[in-house]
């Protein structure tokens, strides 16, 4: 009976090392994943109208097939919103889970300006295209099928690790992740959200590979801008008149350079990167929030880019002019909307009070039309950013893995506002023109490319969620 019994303890010991050190043929799940991808892009998913129904029962299918539990949920207001929460379970029930964050929408693409049909997902040259390759299909399956082939091996992890698709994130995600945290939160409740907003680059930073791991994102701040006043003749100006006004207004708002803030995730970013690239110039970068090297050289650091001058201070664009109705006569209304994008810790009403300091005229009026309430950091020295930290590394030993703050917005922001620390990146590495056809013209991404982010995020939550 004792042997038996140590044979038994020895073959459940196997079987859990089994699991622990598997690793998938990964030219087998190769064919498999880029089919995948490929039927899941070809699902037209464009937003707006943001029908993503059929998208959803897609993934479900998949769930079904594969004996992975999920849960599907449709909006009432509008059931063309659907979203989709899967699961492996974990062992320990006090531990909150990792949830992989990915949404389903996508922007819409123009037959005429691709070199390819946009929902064809076609290959060329080991490349894929299609809308929705890089933002953010391929990451959405990276995501589920390392959860499908972890399932396989029968792998239970001690943290329950979820898999939530989304709809509407394209256009700020009110019947998306913002309606799943309303009404659903006690299916959600994570420790840690792993969603898009950083990626990997070759060019971002000359001479360097650098993964980009979003921490914290500037906030959406819309206003609108409005002057009233007299209508009148088109052949009788007068001074005051409401474009007039607003015109003038304008320009001082796009002509004023905010200053330089160093927040601290940039902080981190240019050391980290300073520290890799040595030198006068690595020196500037690692010292960049002492006062003298502030004061000497951050603006030409902010020149470098666009990219990395948003980065640093608040910025104002001016993205809508509304006004008049014929052209020989003078409108009695003129109105514009300004699209400002706040640095974390930017009180938005005081970055009111500064624009009518700039305009000095109180015939202008601001009306705010979005106000952010976000202004959380999420953590980079935790168990989760240095996983995935060091599974970078461990394939591409030269790159820099730094914390990052993202300029755009992404649906993180809602988890944020509940004090969540979420961690963007999308683990492949791509160069700048790359990048520029996320939202652009022929979206892609290689199929090595996928095939690294696909093992990245697989091993990253194998770690992340097994015993520690």
Known sequence: MYIKSKLIYCFQILIFLSTIFANPNWDQVQIESVSLLQKYIQIDTSNPPGDVTKAINWLAELCEKNEISYQTFTVDKDPRRMHLLAEIKGRNS????????????????????????????????????????????????????????????????????????????????????????????????????????????????????????????????????????????????????SNQVLATALSKIVNWETPIEINPVIEEMFYRIGDNKGGTEGFVMKNINNPIIHYLFSNKVSEKSTTVNAMLRNTISLTQINSGYKTNIIPEKANATLDIRLLPDTNPEDFLLDLERIVKDKRVNFTPKRIPSNNFISEWDNRFFNVVSKELYSRKPNAVVIPFMTIGGTDSQFFQEKGVDCYGIIPVLVDESDIQTMHGIDERISIENYMFGLQVVYNSIKKVCGKE
């Open 94 to 241: 006090n531990l909150k889970p990792l949830l992989l964050l990915n949404h389903v929408d996508v922007v819409p693409a123009d037959l005429d300006a691709w070199s390819t049909d946009p929902f064809g997902a076609e290959i060329k040259d080991g490349i894929i295209y299609g809308r929705g390759a890089l933002d953010m299909k391929s990451l959405g399956m990276m995501q589920l099928i390392s959860l499908i082939l972890l399932n396989r091996e029968g792998w239970v992890p001690d943290r329950t690790v979820k898999f939530l698709a989304v709809a509407d994130e394209e256009i700020l995600g009110e019947y998306g992740v913002q309606w799943m945290i309303e009404n659903h939160w006690d299916l959600l409740d994570p420790e840690w959200v792993w969603d898009e907003g950083g990626i990997g680059s070759t060019d971002s930073f000359p001479g360097m590979d650098v993964f980009a791991i979003a921490v914290a994102q500037k906030k959406s701040f819309w206003v609108e801008v409005e002057v009233n006043g007299l209508s009148g003749h088109g052949s009788r100006p007068f001074d005051g008149y």
